[in-house]
C-alpha cells in the first residue's frame, strides 16, 4: 500500500469514529501531536500535585486532610495512567521525564501560581480542576484509544475534585466576613489564569486544525472557553462572589456571556518560564527525580536478581 493510500484510510477510520490503537499504522505528525500533548497533560498531572501538596499538613480539619489527601494522589494516578499511554507511541517514561526537567517539554501554566491561602485549595478545585473537566471530557471521545480510556475514568475523579473545591468555597463564602474575603480574593487571583488554561485563541492556535480533522480535538479553544466562562458566571452568583472582570456581561443575542480581554502576554511569559512559581516547581522536580534515584536502582537489582533465580531454577 503506498503512502498516500494508509492516510487515506486512517483519515476514513477516524471518520468513522474508529479508534486508532498502538499497533496501527498511523502518520508520523499524528504520532508527534499525541505524544506532546499526552506527556504535556501527564506532567501537568505530577507538577499540578505541588501547589495542593503543599497545604495537606494545612488542612484546617481532618476532613479537609483526607480529601485534599486523596485528591492529591488521585492527580498521581492520573501522571501514571497518561505517561502509560504516551508509552504505547513508543517514547518512554524516562525520555518524558527528562523533557521535563531539562524545559523542552511543558505543563500547564496555571501551576506556576502561587497557593497563598487555604482558599486557594477551594479556588484551584473549582476552577482549575473545572476547567480541565471542560477540556478533559470530549477526550474521551480522543481517535486514540489509550488516551480516550485513560481519559473517561481521569474525568470521572475530575468531577469529585471540583465539587471538593467548590464546597470549600462554598464554606468559605457563607462563613465569617474574613473567610469570604479569603475566597474572593483567591477568585480574584485565579480568574484569569483559570481563562488562559484554555489555550492561545482560535486564530492564534494554528496547530488546532489538524487535530481536529484527526479527532484528538473536538471543540476549538475558544468554544471551551466561552463553554466554561458561562457555566462558571452562575456558579459565582451562587457563592455570592464577583469574578474580576468589569467586562463580563450576558449578551441576549449570542446566548453567551460576553467577557474582557485575556492579558495573552501574562500567559506566553508564564509558559516561557518567568512565570511566579516556574523556577520553584521544576526545582521541586528534579528534586524528587534525584531522591528517588536509590527506590529505581532497588527495583532494577530487585527484578535482574529475580530474573537470574527464575533462569537458574530453569537451567
Ligand atoms: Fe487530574
Ligand atoms: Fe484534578
Redesign the pocket.
Known sequence: MTNEQQESLFQQKIDNELRIEPKDWMPEQYRKTLVRQISQHAH??IV?MLPEGNWITRAPSLRRKAVLLAKVQ??A???LYLYSAAETLGISRDQMLDQLHDGTAKYSSIFNYPTLTWADMGAIGWLV?GA?IMN?VPLCRCSYGPYSRAMIR?CK??SF?QRQGYEIMLTLANGTAIQKKMAQDALNRFWWPAIMMFGPNDDASPNSIQSMKWKIKRFSNDDLRQKFIDVTVEQANILGLTIPDKDLKWNEERGHYDFGTINWDEFWNVVKGNGPCNKERLAARKNAWDNGAWVRDAATAHSEKRDAKKAAISA
Open positions: 501537568s498531572e499540578g488521585d492527580e494516578g492520573h501522571g480542576d480541565a478533559q481521569v475523579e475530575e475534585h
